[in-house]
T-cell receptor
């Protein structure tokens, strides 16, 4: 089954304790991206990657890191989480070739609470 | 000014009603317009997309883009309880980026 898999789905942590949210897709998509979803603000892009070893900042990258060492994986790293990073996080991938809508395929989300 | 504005609702309608969901956007250069549907505790899924102006119909759903007024709409005819979800408008901007509206929560009561 074609899918984007995120883990963990739910996490409660404390300020300053490093954590990683993993993301893996099995559709051989070039493009991958991380979003956070907050009430009233919608989905905001954190980082994206056009291909292996190619990453770039989105609209809200502060406090986050990413890496793309393999095509299928795109982990999101919070080096020192703070309470304002409490949010619902989505990983997405796309076969985007540049000449179309760039349909995004989303994972089921990871709800993170930072105390 | 936000690039995409969407009323978050919630919007509650009886079963069978016609639903109108709307967004406005700021940049007249945008060309690809999409609607994603998000069920509770799930990720968004692409529902419909429209290129440039005009209408597109798919079953009970119609997507409409009015570029002159920078207004995009999604109409749902004969709404069903299974249509209860959050609907997000989305626009592909220049380059490889998609921006999203805040999402409108829709409840269809049986």
């Amino acid at each position: 089954e074609a899918q984007v898999t995120q883990n963990p789905r739910y996490l409660i942590t404390v300020t300053g304790k490093k954590l990683t949210v993993t993301c893996s897709q099995n559709m051989n998509h070039e493009y991958m991206s991380w979003y956070r979803q907050d009430p009233g603000l919608g989905l905001r892009q954190i980082y994206y990657s056009m291909n292996v070893e190619v990453t770039d900042k989105g609209d809200v990258p502060e406090g986050y890191k990413v890496s793309r060492k393999e095509k299928r994986n795109f982990p999101l790293i919070l080096e020192s989480p703070s309470p304002n990073q409490t949010s619902l996080y989505f990983c997405a991938s796309s076969p985007w070739t540049g000449g179309d809508t760039g349909e995004l395929f989303f994972g089921e989300g990871s709800r993170l609470t930072v105390l | 000014q936000k690039e995409v504005e969407q009323d978050p609702g919630p919007l509650s309608v009886p079963e069978g009603a016609i639903v109108s969901l709307n967004c406005t956007y700021s940049n007249s250069a945008f060309q690809y317009f999409m609607w994603y549907r998000q069920y509770s505790r799930k990720g968004p899924e692409l529902l419909m997309y429209t290129y440039s102006s005009g209408n597109k119909e798919d079953g009970r759903f119609t997507a409409q883009v009015d570029k002159s007024s920078k207004y995009i709409s999604l109409f749902i005819r004969d709404s069903q309880p299974s249509d209860s979800a959050t609907y997000l408008c989305a626009i592909r901007t220049g380059g490889f980026k998609t921006i999203f509206g805040a999402g409108t929560r829709l409840f269809v009561k049986a």
